[in-house]
């Protein structure tokens, strides 16, 4: 039998002239790392602005306060103790205290609680608020100081800049918890799966470097675009799953064609072809998923975006290029360092299980896919109960000392914590009618303390602080957002002419946030379908893969979403996760995990439906090809999905109540993903449409093909050489 030809697709080209410049290629690869990371840290990563004016209303008058104001970050420290005596002298102490650094302007004292036992005393950070927190150093060394000073007493500071230094650590902390726990745990698993340290290693490494690599190339676009907090969290967690699972793919594929008889040159030619097409596949869908998140016109989506954009394809490349130009130099050397007892066992017992299941499917397919999608309905269900809790203090980890200030304050001072703002705009705050509106908002039944008025110097704008119930985030505070917005404000300068009034605040911003968000999901939802259908179009030229691949992976969303509901609001395993607040599910998380497990979970689909597409090319019957397909990519799925839960599992056990709500919901949907919808709803459904899902109309076929390049004949089985 004459050789069969070169393969000519774009990612046997890749892996072809990799292989035959390995040094080019690996070493090309090593200093893309390397120049990316040196680039990042000479240009810095900026980062988003938590002061930066938002959408809506809040947005408008954040604008106004600052063009009238300029106004310096304003912190709070709370002095509690059993009597007014010690009370009084340590507020005393810790004024004078405070006042000493040189970053801190307008010390005063607050007033006292009703009980008399807490104290607020009050200041400002000079300069601009977003290099507040950058600041507080010294002055929480001084609270430090008059804590120790008056051990009796509890002292501890609340204000924007010192919640949101805080919340920057318990995020950095978080992260580097994430890393410590999640690589070893992925290498374990690589071992278990490929039996040996060498073959196990190379998938790990190039995660990793994909990882760093990014970190230094979003230094880039964030000086247009800052990067939000999260997303180096978000980034490691990508990277990690995208890295393993593409280089699984690849180096699976090569072994099995060598084990089939294939050379070793034949046999990383026929990975390329294959498997590196389903990589550069579904790379490209994972990207398309990711560029959703631009739609949303928010600044922490937008950098989700483009990080996880630039991870994934720096993965992309590194399995097309990096990799098989290591698997040509190395050989059958890749399963080097094998592990004893789990280098005998890897894959038979993988694959046999599934074997079984699958002929079980294809024998009552229609009950199959009844059974399978219930469970997958029923689990969905509790997702219309999904509600919105946007993060605050309170959902915040309560071993942060910002947090047990706030808590405190909230108990001794209610709403003074998170209060609300009333903004009024207008020629003169002397005038008559405009004192008369002021005195009115001063009065309104809303607040739950004393309402001040801070005014600008050219005596036009007025910032009236109104204390408001709840937490910030809850519905009291809510339900006085918007009697504040629908009542109080209208009622009070309505009547006002050439008047600009308005609400803003944390409580009002966080609403006009996910306002907005809702208003843009549609939009978002709607791009990650229309062209996540298209790639699957054009990859298998088949309309019924197409929308099959939408619909699966629909269904994986809706049931990952009702966990989350079920976990996060009705409360199951919360003291097995560790949590407090079942208010509801942050607004990020969703959006997130739609895109996130919308690319990710066509990794399997492109990789299980590559294989049985091109086992049908080659003559098998649709049966046979859909048995020999789900069973030959049985054990990388099963390592990928593994792997993938692993990582994601990990950040269930994070402090941060955001990152176990996206951990638990993209593990929960990737396990449901691997099993119940690759294992039986793809299996049964391919079955009970026969070579239907094939099927492209004549229209149509003037579409690009990406198909597999010609029809190669099977290679029969025998030991592979060496």
Known sequence: MSPPRPHSNLAARMGRWSADHWKTATFGWLGLVVVAFAIGSQVGTKQVDPNTAGPGESGRMDRILDAGFKQPAGESILIQGHSIRAVSAATADVAARVAQVPAVQNVHRGRLSADRRSALVELEIRGDKKDAADKLGPVLDRVDQAQRAHPGLFIGEFGEASAAKGVDTAFANDLSSAGALSIPLTLIILVVAFGALVAAGIPLLLAL?????????????????????????????????????????????????????????????????????????????????????????????????????????????????????????????????????????????????????????????????????????????????????????????????????YDRMQTAFPGKALPANVVLKVRSLDAPAVRAAIRRLQGTDVATGPVTVDRNAAGTVADITVPIPGTGTDGASVGALSALRDRVVPEAVGALPDAEAGVTGITAEWNDQLEQMKSKLPF?????????????????????????????????????????????????????????????????????????????????????????????????????????????????????????????????TLSMLMFKQFGVGLAAAILIDA???????????????????????????WLPSLEQDEKEPAIPAQPAAG
Do not use: C
């Not at 509790?382 to 047990?404: C, H, I, N, Y």
């Not at 959006?591 to 049908?616: P, W």
């Not at 294992?679 to 004549?698: C, D, F, I, Q, S």
């Open 209 to 405: 470097t994909a990882v760093f690599a990014t970190f230094g190339l979003a230094a880039l676009p964030s000086q247009l675009m800052p990067l939000a907090p999260e997303a180096p969290a978000v980034v490691l967690l990508v990277g990690l799953a995208v890295g393993v699972d593409y280089s699984m793919f690849y180096l699976r594929r090569e072994r099995e064609e060598r084990a089939a008889g294939r050379s070793e040159r034949a046999a990383l030619e026929a990975a390329a072809a294959t498997s590196g097409r389903s990589v550069l596949i579904s790379g490209l869908t994972v990207m398309v998923a990711m560029a959703g998140m631009f739609l949303t016109g928010d600044a922490t989506f937008a950098s989700f975006g483009y990080a996880t954009m630039i991870v994934v394809a720096i993965a992309m490349l590194g399995s097309l290029t990096v990799l098989p130009a290591l698997l040509s130099r190395l050989g059958d050397g890749v399963d080097r360092v094998r592990v004893p007892l789990v280098g005998r066992r890897r894959g038979g017992s993988e694959g046999r299980a599934w074997g079984a299941m699958v002929e079980r499917v294809l024998r009552r397919p229609l009950l199959s896919a009844l059974v399978a999608g219930g469970i997958l309905v029923a689990l969905a269900i509790p997702a219309a109960q999904l509600r919105f809790a946007t993060p605050g203090p309170d959902t915040f980890p309560k071993s942060l000392d910002v947090v047990k200030t």
């Open 675 to 701: 099993t119940l919808v690759r294992g039986v709803l793809l299996p049964a459904t391919m079955k009970l449409l026969g070579e239907h899902n094939w099927y492209l109309p004549r229209w149509l076929e």
């Open 524 to 652: 978002v939802v709607g791009f990650v379908l229309l062209f996540a259908f298209v790639l699957m179009l054009v990859a298998f030229r088949s309309i019924v893969v197409a929308l099959k691949a939408i619909l699966l992976n629909l269904l994986s969303v809706a049931a990952a979403y009702g966990i989350l509901v079920l976990v996060f609001q009705h409360g199951v395993a919360k003291g097995l996760l560790g949590f407090g607040s079942t208010a509801g599910i942050a607004p990020v998380v969703p959006l997130l995990l739609f895109v996130i497990l919308f690319g990710l979970s066509m990794d399997y689909h492109v990789f299980i439906v590559g294989r049985i597409r091109e086992l049908f090319d080659r003559g098998e019957s649709m049966d046979d090809a859909i048995a020999h397909g789900i069973t030959s990519t049985a054990g990388v799925v099963t390592s990928a999905a593994i792997v993938m839960v692993a990582v994601f599992s990990v950040f269930a």
